[in-house]
């Protein structure tokens, strides 16, 4: 696999774990700080099952990692993984500059011609 496959995969898997708002949400709750999985699920109402496999995705995507000591799971925010998907979304920035510039011109323009 070229390294260019292997990265398009990797942010392919970024977007599927972003894509879910559960996902989100808990990525929300551990920027505040790592929480045990049992923490974790009782916002949703969920079952800790349920939780858990939200929380494989977000492991498998590189977005959260996970210890256990003893019986616990405790999952901390591992925000490197989104790096990625910000400098793909950052290569649409100048479109929208200019969107927005253009904009900005027809709006300006319009209330001259008032």
């Given at each position: 696999m070229t390294?260019?496959?292997a990265a398009d995969e990797r942010l392919d898997?970024?977007?599927?774990?972003?894509a879910n708002r559960t996902r989100r949400a808990i990525l929300a709750r551990l920027k505040r700080g790592p929480?045990?999985?049992t923490e974790l699920a009782g916002p949703f109402g969920m079952s800790l099952n349920a939780i858990s496999k939200h929380i494989m995705v977000l492991e498998r995507a590189g977005l959260v990692a996970r210890t256990v000591a003893g019986r616990e799971h405790i999952c901390a925010l591992d925000a490197a993984a989104?790096?990625?998907a910000e400098q793909w979304l950052s290569g649409y920035s100048a479109f929208w500059s200019a969107s927005l510039d253009?904009?900005?011109a027809f709006v300006e323009a319009e209330e001259d011609a008032e």
């Amino acid at each position: 696999m070229t390294n260019a496959l292997a990265a398009d995969e990797r942010l392919d898997t970024v977007f599927r774990a972003l894509a879910n708002r559960t996902r989100r949400a808990i990525l929300a709750r551990l920027k505040r700080g790592p929480a045990r999985v049992t923490e974790l699920a009782g916002p949703f109402g969920m079952s800790l099952n349920a939780i858990s496999k939200h929380i494989m995705v977000l492991e498998r995507a590189g977005l959260v990692a996970r210890t256990v000591a003893g019986r616990e799971h405790i999952c901390a925010l591992d925000a490197a993984a989104m790096q990625s998907a910000e400098q793909w979304l950052s290569g649409y920035s100048a479109f929208w500059s200019a969107s927005l510039d253009s904009l900005a011109a027809f709006v300006e323009a319009e209330e001259d011609a008032e």
